[in-house]
């Protein structure tokens, strides 16, 4: 537990995440942000998630981005694709074109068949 508090706060005190000219919304406030803020959150996210024990998998990690971004992003979709052959199946977070925890290459060959968006 320790080492984890000493890593967040590591991140935290690192200047190139966290930057002056980003600026984190109150819960409750609306959100309106660029790119950079919520590639911001993005990059906290994966700091985030890779302090577990083990990765998760993509629908517990996108269900989890989601509670996660849901208080500081707008338009915030949690998509769910398949293809075939052989049959895959997979989720990620998007805001508009940007895909959040995930690669776009990674993506790119699936078909959305949920969307669940904010």
């Not at 959100?31 to 950079?36: F, N």
């Not at 990674?106 to 949920?114: F, P, R």
Request: aromatic content about 14%; proline content about 6%; overall charge positive.
């Amino acid at each position: 537990m320790r080492v984890r508090l000493m890593l967040l706060a590591s991140f935290a005190a690192r200047p190139s995440l966290v930057n002056s000219t980003f600026y984190v919304p109150r819960v409750g406030e609306p959100a309106s942000m660029g790119v950079e803020t919520i590639d911001y959150y993005a990059s906290v996210f994966q700091h985030l998630r890779n302090l577990r024990f083990r990765r998760p998998r993509c629908l517990e990690d996108s269900v989890g981005g989601y509670l996660f971004f849901y208080p500081y992003i707008a338009s915030l979709e949690l998509l769910v694709g398949v293809k075939q052959p052989p049959f895959r199946a997979h989720a990620w977070l998007q805001s508009g074109d940007l895909i959040l925890n995930d690669a776009k290459r990674a993506v790119e060959d699936y078909s959305v068949i949920l969307s669940f968006a904010k």
